[in-house]
């Protein structure tokens, strides 16, 4: 069964660094690419970026550009989000999940959601 | 970027109505377009992809058309578990930017 694991609940002061995490099981990790989609509190959804831990090619949106990094340790399947320098307007639900290498690119596999809070 | 406009915004139907949401994308997107559903507090859930293809384990009553710049997902008869926010996503060129929603409500 195709899973993806999120991290919990995380609740930051502005200013403070976070890495949140998503654990694929269930298939091959490396064959597949992984994005971060935000929800801001009341709002739609957002791309962010996809990485594909296969040879860690990485794909950032202009507004998240520099904004995040996207990462993944191939060796136990798992990829990440963090950020250097958390702002209140950073609080949201952040979603991980899947979509194939090559064909249509949809998010076939989704996480649980982490909801990040940042309020000082 | 691609831009992605949702309409209606909001919409109110009854069970057993046929609903139809449109999706137009700011260029052509070929049939690069997926449709999600997200009921609150859950995670999105895949419908539709590349336009028209039925998601595996979705129920026959939605479905896709659609290419180029204007796309529509299609309720044939609502049922009560379809009350929820409906999404398209182009995926044509990244940043694979999603519409800005439908919440569907019952009237």
């Known amino acids: 069964e195709v899973q993806l694991v999120q991290s919990g609940a995380e609740v930051k002061k502005p200013g403070e660094s976070l890495k949140i995490s998503c654990k694929g099981s269930?298939?091959?990790?490396?064959?597949?690419?992984i994005g971060w989609v935000r929800q801001m509190p009341g709002k739609g959804l957002e791309w962010m970026g996809i990485?594909?831990?296969?040879?860690?090619?990485?794909r950032y949106s202009p507004s998240f550009q520099g904004q995040v990094t996207i990462s993944a340790d191939k060796s136990i399947s798992t990829a990440y989000l963090q950020w250097s320098s958390l702002k209140a307007s950073d609080t949201a639900m952040y979603y991980c999940?899947?979509?194939?290498?090559?064909?249509?690119?949809?998010?076939?596999?989704w996480g649980q959601g982490t909801l990040v809070t940042v309020s000082s | 970027d691609i831009q992605m406009t949702q309409s209606p915004s909001s919409l109110s139907a009854s069970v057993g109505d046929r609903v139809t949401i449109t999706c137009r994308a700011s260029?052509?997107?070929?049939?690069?377009l997926n449709w999600y559903q997200q009921k609150p507090g859950k995670a999105p859930k895949l419908l539709i992809y590349?336009?028209?293809s039925l998601q595996s384990g979705v129920p026959s009553r939605f479905s896709g058309s659609g290419s180029g710049t204007d796309f529509t997902l299609t309720i044939s008869s609502l049922q009560p578990e379809d009350f929820a926010t409906y999404y398209c996503q182009q995926s044509y060129s990244t940043a694979y930017s999603f519409g800005q929603g439908t919440k569907l409500e019952i009237k």
């Open positions: 999940a899947r979509h194939p290498r090559d064909g249509y690119n949809f998010f076939d596999y």
């Open positions: 990485i594909y831990p296969g040879d860690s090619d990485t």
């Open positions: 269930g298939y091959s990790f490396t064959s597949y690419w």
């Open positions: 260029q052509s997107i070929s049939s690069y």
């Open positions: 590349a336009a028209s």
